[in-house]
Every structure is written in structure tokens, then in C-alpha cells.
């Protein structure tokens, strides 16, 4: 009696080559599947945290209750210190999905998901299926990506418009790419490139025509420059851009000079931001936010400098490398320094870490297996000594709560370097074991954020305050601006006695504000009913002076009082 054919067993007997790649398909579907799940699903965890998040959530708040979409508005200020791209899409996410917090961290978390997925894709097609498992992996579990995927600012945009580009332009000089496609990812790049500058400015045209320089230094080949599809490329790249610009300037004839001289060439060149660090600040970010593929990192950037393919041809792993090394030296060069500024660099050094050779990058990372054990018992160390760190009283009992997510941390990296040590798999199922514990790790990073959220989020202040406060009553802020709580009171304060940032828009419209705690006493108590946010010193001047006021909502580092 025949045999009934297709079935599991006589797919794996007639051709077990295609069986096993059907599974490792599968495998591959359900890994990215877990991953991007669990990936969306951790920025619901936790209340946005000051200064950058409830910036960032509240600019798009406003622009999408205003209406208007040309200037951006922080707390009913002029605000902009930045491009809108970022929040127009997340003005749009909340028109879809409501002004939630998990609303205002889906684009970055998005962000974060494409830049690896881009990374790993673009690995495929210039070096083949490993190289895109260990530089996506890499991408996906090195510290500060994950953590700049969660937190809501501008640069996971950034890092992910500079990384399309990258592929774009990568794959345009590619000499295997047929001549007539070449165009179209030019396009890609230009468009990429438009992109980023709508996110963070002047910076997405500069890094990669610095990086091009020093790549064509270093190939002594000036052929991409003639490959850049200017004629094209250039006209969609101002027909992305320049509506904005034209239709802010004729809104707000101050843009010019505030945006370009002070935001760009002033930020950059001077303290006028007070973010001065030493110039080796970034060498510090690199060490830890690359961890845990610290060695990997290592040999890439100290080989990838060299050569790999003839004059003639385009080297992309040399071009990465000076991606690389111009984005570490531009932005330490800078007075005003953030950790978050070098992003963009983390997926090239991915790309070079894994496209490494087989022998050199499996030794690196069973080397690396040492450092996860190492990161393990640093951990338990620290979980064990918390209380001896903690000087200030006050914060104490909330660091203590970080106590057992250390714990786990150290779990989670012990138990992968032990993997790994005793595995004798390939590099990608290596790179596999040890960014599973490094993304184990981090879960337990946002767990640790949740416990200390009352020392950085307005959340559980804006959740104190009784819901007949909560609307009509005017809020002032005084003498501090805590970024969050307009976004979780849905509404806009009164600056009294503070400027900070939002010093250009005070200067427009000077009466938004009141300019010192004097004039804010009579307005005070004129007032039926109205609430006020300070910190405890200033509560306590005031206090001292008879003014009436009466505790609503209290967390360590600020207050809520009411008139009445």
C-alpha cells in the first residue's frame, strides 16, 4: 500500500538539507517574534521620566490639542530647540491610540526595532545570513541601545534615519549592485538623510560627509563622491525639508538665529548649555553602552581601519569604521556633551563586530563569557552594599527596592557566562546565548526604573492630587519646572522664578510667566482656589513668610500645595 506523501518524516528523509533549513526559518520567525513582542511591550512599565521624556511627550501633546504644526509649543511656550518629525508622528500616534505614555514611547521603541532589523538586514546583503545573526544580536542587546529604545528623546530617531541611510548608501556602492538600482538607493540615503535632519538638524548633513572624507583618505578613492546621485538625490532632500523651514521662518522671523547660530554653531562651540565634559566623556559612554560585547567592539575598531577589498571596489566595512571614529571625535570635540549623542555610531560598530572572522570573533566571545561572569558578580556585590551607597536618606528606601532586580541581573549574567563558557556551538549561537543574557539583564533594568520612578517621574505626584483638583484650578510652578507633570495633568503651568530652557518662549510672551517669587505672593493670595508646584525649600521660605497653603502631594524631591 503506498505511503501518503508530505509528510514531516519523509520531507526530513527525501531532503534533510531543506528540513533543517525550514526549522532554523521557523526558529528565526519565532526568536524576532518573542523579541519584538517583549521589545513593545516594556514601555508601558513605568511613568515618564524628567527632563527628556516629558518633553518629548508633552511637545506633541500640545501641537496635536493646538492644532498646530509648524511651531512647537513646550507648556504653551515657542520651543524650538529641535526639529518636528518626531513629534509630528507622535502627535499622529496619540490622535490614533490616545495621550498615553506607552502612546509617546512607540515611536522610539519603534525606532529602536528598526534600527536593528535595518542593521541586520544590511549585514544580509553585503555578507550573508551569519553576519546578519551576530549584527543584529549585537545591535539589539548592546546597553545603550536598549536603553536609548526605551527612553523617550530624539536620538533613537536619529540613530535610526542614519542607519537607513548608511544601508542605503552602502548598498548603492556595493560593486555588486546592478548599475540601474544604484539610483534608488541613493534615494533611499537622501531621503533617510531628510529624515534625520527633521529630527535633530544640521548634524545628519555633517557626520556623513566628515565620514566620507576620511573614508576617501583612507581608500584613496574619490569615485563615491561621483556616485552620490546629486542629481536626484539633492532635489528630494530639499523637497523633504524645506517646507518646514520656509513655513516656520515667515511664522517666526527669530528662527534663523535661534535654531541655526545658537542651537547648532553656539551649542556646539560653546558652555551656553552648561553640558561641558572632558574630551575622553565619550570614551567612558563607548565602554559601557557597547557592553556586553566589549571585545568585539574592540577588535573592530582597532582592524577595521584597514582595507578589505581592491582600490577600485567600495570597502563598506572601512566606510563604517569612519562612521564610526568621526561620530566619537566630532561629538567629543563638542562643548555640550550628552551620553546619548554618539547612538548613531552603535550600529556600524555592530556591523564591523559582526561581520568579524569566524576564529577571531568566537574567541572574542567566549573571552566575553569572563566578562559576563565578572558583570555577575558585580552585581550581586552591589545589590549586597545598596545601603552603604544610598547616603541620602530620603532616597534610600526606593534604591532599596532595586535591591532584587540587581539580584536577578547577576542571575542572568552568571548563567550566560557559564553558557557560554561551556558551549561549543558556532559564533552566531554564541553571540545567541550571550544577548539573551544581556536582554535578560535589561528587563531587569526597566524593573529597577518602575521602583525608582517616584525620584524621577511627576507620575505618582500627578496621582496624588484628589480629581476636583485636578481641573480648573490655575497650577503654578515655582521656582522648578517638572517636565512630566503637564503631561499627566494635561494642562500648562505658570512659570514663577524659573526660565531654563523654555528662556526663548518667555521671551516672546513674557506674560506666561512671573518673573520672581515676590510678584507670585500677591497672585497667590488673590487666588479662590489654585495649586502650586515646588520643591521642599521653597515650600519651606514660603511657609516661613505666612503664605497659605495646603499639602496635596508629596514625593522626595518636590510638592503639590493648593491655596486653600
Known sequence: MPQAHGSPADLDAVNPVEAGRARSRALAALILLLVACSWLALWANRGLFNPDEGRYAEIPREMLASGDWVVPHLNGLVYIEKPPLQYWATALIYAVFGVHPWSARLYTELAGLGTILVTAWLALRLWGRAAAWRSGLMAGSSLLVMLMSHQLTLDMSLTFFTTVMLAGFCIAQDARTEPHLRARWMWLAWASAAGAFLTKGLVAGVLPVLALALYSLLHRDLRPWRRLGLLGGVPLFLLLVTPWFVAIQHRLPQFFDFFVVREHFQRYLTRIEQRYE?????????????????????????????????????????????????????????????????????PALALLSGSAAEDALRADLRATALLLIALGIAYALGAAALPHLVHDPQRLPYFLRIR???????????????????????????TLLIGAASYLGFLCVLWSARALEPLYSGAPLAAQLPPALRTGAPVYAVRTYDQSLPFYLKRLVTLVEWRGELDFGLSLEPHKGIASLQQFVPVWRTQQQALAVMEPVTFDA?????????????????????RR
Open 404 to 430: 532584587w532586580p540587581l539580584a536577578c541581573m547577576a542571575v542572568a549574567s552568571l548563567g550566560g557566562g557559564v553558557l557560554v563558557r561551556s558551549s561549543h556551538g558556532d559564533s552566531v549561537r554564541l
Open 278 to 346: 572632558p574630551w575622553w566623556f565619550f570614551v567612558e559612554v563607548l565602554l559601557i553602552g557597547c557592553l556586553p560585547w566589549l571585545l568585539p567592539s574592540a577588535r573592530a575598531l582597532g582592524r577595521a581601519w584597514r582595507a578589505t577589498t581592491p582600490r577600485e571596489q567600495f570597502d563598506a566595512r572601512q566606510f563604517l569604521w569612519a562612521w564610526c571614529l568621526v561620530v566619537l571625535v566630532f561629538f567629543s570635540a563638542s562643548d555640550s556633551k550628552l551620553i546619548p549623542y554618539i547612538l548613531p555610531m552603535f
Open 542 to 562: 514660603l511657609q516661613r513668610a505666612g503664605l497659605p497653603m495646603v499639602v496635596r502631594a508629596r514625593t522626595p524631591h518636590e510638592l503639590i500645595v493648593s
